[in-house]
């Protein structure tokens, strides 16, 4: 948690830059803004072997939660690729939620993904990445997509 809190601390102080993003069609909520190292608004550039770092800042739930559990599905080609998010960022609310739960309805909150370690088994690829938030009964409390090129 210590780790957690730590990265959370140092993202403003990291060169994070606003990414396009997109919203997912199943209409689930999307933050107002994306902030993701090594990106900027139109160019998103991952680099396997070193931190990842985003923040994802305004997010507006239409429902409440006391549960939210984060997920990332990588798409290349359209076609979606594993990735296991680290266990400990698993449960949104002690690792990634800034403030953690409950998430109240229409209360704006932060969620932080900080990966001290990008495990990427392959490079040189173009993907889709999109991470979200499962709240109680398996609602969606947020969700964004956004392009980047794996070096």
Do not use: H, W
């Not at 902030?35 to 991952?46: D, F, K």
């Not at 923040?55 to 979606?80: H, Q």
């Amino acid at each position: 948690m210590f780790k957690f809190l730590l990265c959370v601390a140092l993202v403003p102080a990291i060169a994070l830059a606003d990414v396009n993003f997109r919203a997912c069609p199943d209409g689930a909520p999307t933050p107002e803004s994306l902030a993701v190292n090594n990106c900027t608004e139109s160019s998103c550039i991952l680099v396997p072997g070193e931190p990842l770092y985003a923040l994802a800042s305004g997010i507006v739930s239409p429902v409440g939660s006391e549960t939210a559990t984060a997920y990332v599905v990588v798409r290349v080609d359209e076609v979606e690729v594993e990735y296991q998010i680290p266990r400990e960022q698993v449960d949104a609310c002690t690792g990634g939620i800034i403030g953690g739960c409950p998430i109240v309805a229409g209360t704006p909150f932060n969620y932080a993904v900080a990966n001290d370690e990008l495990i990427i088994p392959a490079n040189d690829f173009q993907v889709e990445i999109e991470f979200g938030l499962i709240g109680d009964g398996g609602v969606k409390l947020g969700c964004v997509r956004f392009d980047a090129y794996v070096q």
